[in-house]
């Protein structure tokens, strides 16, 4: 049995869901979602719940039940809340400038990298070099974030790059401190 595939997905009040064999389509305030669902797993609407059930009791199926609700619980939170992710620039002299569809980084290279932005993220650069980024689809959202964090990442011996908001660099002694 799937703990996370057991519980019931709430669906609020002005979330729409469209579910047409192993398509399901999920529309709220924010915009909409649609993804097709792996066909060894059931979704049914019952009332103001979607319930996840499989279809089979084998180890693969098990593991396809979860992940299914986890992802059609995405969607639900996503048109109705949206999701945020946000990285912080570290350095002497880095820097970040956000465009409509550009987002250019100064970090440390002869030249300065543009990154396009892809279709359904929102991005706020603060003067403080904090990158924020915007979108209904969590997936998207933290796919762009790790391609923005890949670009520069944070080095352990001064942590200059760029990092999630939430994580932490171990940090290193460098070679005067271990010759102490």
């Not at 519980?7 to 979330?15: A, E, L, N, R």
């Not at 002497?92 to 359904?120: C, E, H, M, Q």
Request: aromatic share 4%; net charge positive; proline share 5%.
């Amino acid at each position: 049995m799937s703990r996370i595939g057991k519980q019931p997905i709430p669906v609020p009040t002005g979330v729409k869901i469209e579910i047409q064999g192993t398509h399901i389509k999920v529309t709220g305030g924010k915009g909409s979602l649609e993804r097709d669902i792996r066909p060894e797993i059931e979704i049914n609407q019952e009332g103001d719940e979607l319930v996840c059930t499989p279809r089979g009791t084998t180890k693969r199926v098990m593991a396809f039940w979860g992940m299914t609700r986890s992802l059609v619980n995405n969607m639900v939170v996503g048109v109705e809340q949206g999701f945020e992710k946000k990285l912080l620039v570290e350095g002497v002299g880095y820097r970040a400038k956000a465009s409509s569809s550009t987002l250019t980084l100064s970090v440390g290279y002869s030249n300065p990298v543009d990154f396009t932005i892809p279709k359904g993220i929102g991005i706020e650069v603060d003067k403080d070099n904090t990158i924020t980024l915007t979108g209904i689809d969590k997936e998207l959202v933290g796919m762009t974030a790790a391609q923005i964090r890949q670009i520069r990442k944070p080095e352990p011996y001064k942590g200059k790059g760029i990092r999630y908001f939430d994580e932490h660099i171990v940090r290193k002694v460098g070679k005067a401190g271990a010759a102490a």
